[in-house]
C-alpha cells in the first residue's frame, strides 16, 4: 500500500478538496427522470454524465464530481458515478476503505498529483494508461485512524470507453479533437507505429473522462481505419 504524500501532513482533502473548486460528493439518488435526476435532493445531474451510461435507480448509492461557482456557490455535476455497498467485501474493523474521484493537476515520470502538494506514486496506475493532466480518477483510499497519514489503496481512470470509426475533426500542432468532443496530443497517445492522426481520418478511439478546453475526454489510444491521403 502507498502512502500519500502531503506537505502538511493533514488529511484536508478527504470526501472532499477544499482547495479547488472541484469536489467529490458521495450521495443517493433521491429523484429521477428520463433525462435528469437529483442527488441528496440537492444536486442536479442530467443522465449524459453518467459513467458509461450505467442504470440508475432512486436510492442508488453514487459518487458525484461537482464544479462549484464561485460566485453563487451552486454545484455544476461534472460525473455521476454509481456505487454499491458493501464496496469492497471486508470486514469495517480491517479498514476503512473509501473511494473519491479525483482529477490530476499534474503528472511527472514518478508522480501523480490531484492538488499543488498532493501526490502519489505513478506505479499505482497500472496498465498502459499514461495520465495526464485533467484526467479523472477513481481513488480509493483508507486514514490510518489515530494519526494524520492518509494512505491510497488503488487508482484507475474513472471511466473508460471505445467509440468506433470517428472523424478527427481538429489538428492544432500535436493536439487535435475527435468528433468535435474528444481531446488528444500526441505525447500521450498510443497509436499503430509509423502512423500520424491526420485532419478528417476516420479511426477507433479508446477515450478516459478528463477536463480539457471545451472538451470532457480525451482519447488515450487510436487506430486509423480510413486515413486521409
Known amino acids: ?65 461537482v464544479e462549484e461557482d464561485e460566485t453563487n456557490r451552486a454545484l455544476k455535476t461534472i460525473k ?39 501526490f502519489f506514486p505513478i506505479q499505482l496506475l497500472s496498465g498502459a494508461f499514461r495520465p495526464f493532466r485533467g484526467d479523472l480518477l477513481l481513488i480509493e483510499y483508507s486514514i490510518n485512524w489515530g494519526t494524520s497519514n492518509i494512505k491510497i489503496h488503488s487508482a484507475s481512470p474513472l471511466n473508460s470507453q471505445y467509440m468506433d470509426e470517428v472523424c478527427v475533426t481538429s489538428i492544432d500542432g500535436r493536439n487535435g479533437v475527435v468528433d468535435d468532443i474528444v481531446f488528444f496530443t500526441l505525447d500521450y497517445l498510443h497509436t499503430p507505429p ?23 475526454c480525451r482519447a488515450v489510444s487510436m487506430t486509423p481505419v480510413e486515413m486521409v491521403y
Open 194 to 216: 509509423g502512423y500520424t492522426p491526420r485532419l478528417y481520418d476516420i479511426v477507433n478511439v479508446i477515450v478516459v473522462d478528463s477536463i480539457q478546453p471545451y472538451c470532457s
Open 1 to 65: 500500500m502507498s502512502q500519500i504524500a502531503k506537505k502538511d501532513q493533514l488529511p484536508t482533502w478527504v470526501a472532499v478538496d477544499h482547495n479547488s473548486k472541484f469536489k467529490s460528493i458521495r450521495g443517493i439518488v433521491t429523484y429521477l427522470c428520463t433525462d435528469y435526476g437529483w442527488i441528496n435532493e440537492t444536486i442536479f445531474f442530467s443522465v449524459d454524465v453518467v459513467c458509461g451510461n450505467a442504470p440508475l435507480d432512486v436510492g442508488m448509492d453514487v459518487l458525484a464530481f
Open 80 to 118: 455521476v458515478k454509481p456505487i454499491s455497498d458493501p464496496i469492497y467485501g471486508i470486514e469495517p474493523s480491517e479498514v476503512d476503505k473509501r473511494l473519491c474521484i479525483k482529477c490530476i493537476t499534474a503528472a511527472t515520470r514518478d508522480n501523480i498529483y490531484i492538488s499543488k502538494e498532493t
